[in-house]
């Protein structure tokens, strides 16, 4: 009709086909939403659901111009981006959501710990490993040698030689792009270590962290839509093991404080970037309060338990950012809830069948298998979601862990050492 206002495109894009993306397409569905995606790969977990596939690299700009071509809005499974290469298509009007400007100083741990200080948020003491090159002639365990402070303090002399001294060992090397699961991480116990690591890395792309003695660790998935709407999921503890993810629990028994606080650092980042899409944090919690982590611009596996858990979960939450809908619910519709990841064994398609089968079988079980081709050790090839009753604190906590225990044993952690 001559004078009418053009209705918005009912579908979204998504550059990455893996699991995340798989469970996006599923949450689209069920929204009447169609959704694209940009991926290498025929096998990729989301291409069998997607409505449209565009086979390219993730890195292609000119794939992903035409990705958007057909879409409403363009958002990301990983955060591993050319946002240079991208710019030029948010300056011909491709919507990105979140913006390629709020993506900016997530998408690099550096800049990530730059935006943590300027916001004034807590997180571990860094410092950029290309800053310490050739100012490392005094170890920071012999800091307090002749001509320390009385009181065994690091001198301000020490640290302006090797700013570390401050920090002493053992450090984390952390790889500014690119690391996940425990790649790109590196334990330094001591000053030789650190020169063998600015000997065999690129500095510029690493930084360094103090080493912090956790007790827990939580994550925080948030949202926040296009007019400013920010919502929560019930912050949740993590458990990793060899640097995987193992399992996650929600809601994490804190105190509400400790919740209140995690929002509160949600609300900061979000409102500072005009982030529009959902966030995840992770954090540390022990004796030194709570710490930001990482920041993941994206879904987040922590945040894979809503899907049954709460009245919309992550993905749907994403979904209806992306295509120009409003924030729904995200409360808890249960006590709590146990996910588990399904990590890749090294064996035989069969056996999977059966211990899939075996899980399906669990009282208040949710399996979700991602059709990944290959099982190769410590691979994320599927989870598991246990709804869990229990109404008090110290009985939800038993019984995750009786329902830890039952699923373990039919699938277990895999016996090799993480890659």
């Known amino acids: 009709m001559s004078g009418a ?8 894009g998504i550059v990455g086909g893996g ?9 689209a569905a069920q929204q009447g939403v169609e959704l694209h995606v940009q991926t290498p790969s025929t096998d990729d977990p989301a291409t069998g659901l997607a409505t449209a596939v565009v086979m390219a690299d993730l890195a292609d700009a000119d794939a992903t111009r035409r990705l958007g071509a057909g879409c409403r809005a363009i958002s990301f499974e990983n ?59 005094l170890d920071p365990a012999a800091s307090a040698g002749d001509g ?76 926040r839509d296009g007019s400013g709407e920010v919502g929560w999921f019930p912050l949740a503890c993590t458990h990793q093991h060899q640097q995987v993810c193992d399992w996650v629990f929600a809601p994490a028994q804190v105190e509400h404080a400790v919740e209140a606080l995690a929002r509160n650092v949600a609300a900061s980042i979000l409102a500072s970037l005009d982030y529009v899409g959902v966030l995840s944090i992770e954090f540390f919690y022990g004796s030194g309060g709570l710490l930001v982590n990482e920041l993941a611009p994206r879904t987040h596996n922590s945040g894979h338990y809503t899907i049954e858990a709460c009245a919309a ?32 064994l090294g064996q035989s398609g069969g056996q999977e069948a059966e211990r899939l089968a075996a899980l399906s079988q669990l009282s208040g079980s949710h399996v979700h298998w991602y059709g ?48």
């Open 5 to 12: 206002e053009t209705p918005a495109i009912a579908a979204i």
């Open 19 to 27: 699991q995340l993306a798989l469970m996006l397409a599923e949450a």
């Open 79 to 137: 955060e591993w981006l050319d946002l240079e290469a991208l710019a030029p298509l948010a300056a011909e009007g491709l919507m990105f959501r979140p913006s390629l400007a709020a993506l900016e100083p997530l998408v690099n741990k550096r800049r990530q710990r730059e935006l943590l200080e300027r916001l004034h948020l807590p997180s571990p003491r860094w410092w950029p490993l290309d800053q310490l090159q050739g100012r490392l002639a």
């Open 148 to 223: 320390a402070p009385a009181d065994g303090s690091t001198s301000e002399a020490a640290i302006a030689v090797n700013p570390m001294a401050s920090l002493g060992y053992p450090l984390m090397a952390k790889a500014a792009t690119g690391g996940y699961d425990g790649k790109g991480t590196v334990l330094i116990p001591d000053q030789p270590a650190l020169e063998a690591l600015l000997e065999r890395v690129e500095p510029a792309d690493w930084i360094l962290e103090e080493f912090v003695d956790f007790d827990q660790e939580f994550a925080l998935v948030a949202c």
């Open 313 to 344: 979960s992550q993905f749907d939450q994403q979904v209806r950012i992306v295509s120009g809908a409003p924030l729904a619910s995200t409360d808890l519709l249960v006590p709590g809830a146990l996910m588990v990841n399904l990590l890749g």
């Open 372 to 419: 990944k081709r290959e099982s190769r050790p410590w691979r994320k090839l599927g989870h598991l979601t246990v709804l869990l009753e229990s109404n008090n604190p110290p009985d939800l906590e038993q019984e995750a862990a009786r329902r830890l225990a039952e699923i373990r044993a039919i699938w277990p952690l895999p016996s090799a050492p993480a890659p």
